[in-house]
């Protein structure tokens, strides 16, 4: 599924790729048919570019890899919650996996019926529960028995019975950046085995929920299918105690975090290696298995293009870029010290060794450090990789910076999904 593509002359200008939808044609990159410096020059920079037959084809890979295994895919609305990019998955039949009341607006604002929708977030203020219940949703997750007790009364209030699912804790520990693991005892997430039996009681006590579901999510860009393997182990053991206890478990949860490629050296387990593991562990088990990819999806379908506004050289010879976006556009590199590719949009021959800087007041603020780039000049356009997930969603105001425009491409049409943010928007909630 991940191809890279030595682009000949230069080594150096290797390309992250899904599949072939940022590619350079003509010796520019482009995004299918579009050249990101004619996208840049109509809708100007920083812009995030979108493909949408990546966002398709992505979600089509993982449908294929699980076709064996009664499933449903919920995707993970907070990658990239972009009212178009939800919609373009729903037009596939995926449902969504909504993190807070905002989250769940924006999936039904998109037009995913509520049926289709899962209701997660360790924090859910009974507002939002009335919001998630009065909507219809599928399933409301919950992490804690003083949560539970929160939605029966709320469900109570209203005369429903709510749909509930358990987010287990399995005390697994994914090898991945530590900000995002999820799935270990130690983590503010989800109720560990010790603390089952009390929810199993309270169930029965509480008569405005049903306990339909079990869950996890322990955590995100993992490589190893091992950790999957473990922690689904572990709720299939819940599982089993949960009927035995009488309940009616129709959904089996495994959560997100299958991985994408950020680092060419470093490809993303094929998603068809998690697959195999799973299918045979789940497939006779009389549930629904539910899914909910964020980053697998939405990973590489994006790029953020930026302007090159000056080079500077130092005395100690090092060399910046410094460009028109920065850690308010694209915040992973400051927050886990994650890997993008930075291309140039122009093939350059000759390369230099730089780093790629924003324009905000923080050390923290680049993109990539003392690596081999594109002699690229001022004036002309850089291309991120890999902003797909956690990138624009992440976007801030810090540094009075307005959000950037984000288009989406499909085959040889562009269209504006989000307007650039004017300086009047910036202050518009302040008295
Ligand atoms: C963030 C999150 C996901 C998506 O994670 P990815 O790593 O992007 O696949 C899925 N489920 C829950 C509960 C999450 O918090």
Redesign the pocket.
Known sequence: MFLLIANEPSNYQRIVLDSHFFSYSDGTLSCESLKLDELARQYGTPLFVTSRQSLISQYRAFEEAFAALPHFTCY?V??NFNLEVIRTLAAEGCGC?V?SGGELYRALKAGVPAEKIIM?GVGKTEEEIEYGLNSGVMMI?AESTAELKAINRVAARLGKVAQVGV?VTPNVTAETHPY?T?GDSKEKFGIDEAGLAEVFDLFKALTNLELHGL?M?I???IFDPEYYVAATQKLLEVLESARHLGFDIKWLDL????PATYDPQKPATPITKFAEKLIPMLDDKGVTVIF?????I?ANSSVLVTKILYRKKNHAGKEFFIVDAGMTELIRPALYQSHHEVLTVKQHDKSVVADVVGPVCESSDFFVRHRTIGDAPEGELLAVLSSG??GAVMGTNYNGRRRPAEVMVDGSEAKLIRRRETYEQLVQNEI
């Open positions: 993970s907070k990658a996996d993190n997660a997750k987010r995002i999820t869950d999510h955590g995100s860009q959560g997100g975090g299958f909910e990819p964020g980053r697998f939405a997930a956690y």
